[in-house]
Nanobody, 126 residues
């Protein structure tokens, strides 16, 4: 089983920065995709950024929502199965609960498992 522990959320003024972290633990043979989603009150959960690794030892392609391009950066520490989200130039509309998500395998022949973190609140004041 895989567990995700998120940290780094909080309250920040518009224009400020925050860095989210998400560490994966448990039985992990390979992580294929790591990403961040967010859900604001009354809205559907949406993809913020993702990075595909193709294996824990390699870096991969990144994908960003249009609303965060140029402001947010997703990165990984593959040795520690950790994904980060550096959020700069934050806006009030970035306020949401941010969720970490990974697609991983426990063995080379195992199916891909989709795991979610517990969520961390990010609040941007105007």
């Amino acid at each position: 089983q895989v567990q995700l522990v998120e940290s780094g959320g909080g309250l920040v003024q518009a224009g400020g920065s925050l860095r989210l972290s998400c560490a994966a633990s448990g039985t992990i043979f390979q992580i294929n995709v790591m990403g961040w989603y967010r859900q604001a009150p009354g809205k559907q959960r949406e993809l913020v950024a993702s990075i595909s690794s193709g294996g824990i030892s390699s870096s991969g392609n990144t994908n960003y929502a249009d609303s965060v391009k140029g402001r947010f950066i997703i990165s990984t520490d593959n040795a520690r199965n950790t994904v980060f989200l550096q959020m700069n130039s934050l806006k009030p509309e970035d306020t949401a609960v941010y969720y970490c998500n990974i697609h991983s395998q426990q063995a080379a022949w195992a199916r891909i498992v989709d795991t979610w973190g517990q969520g961390t609140q990010v609040t941007v004041s105007s």
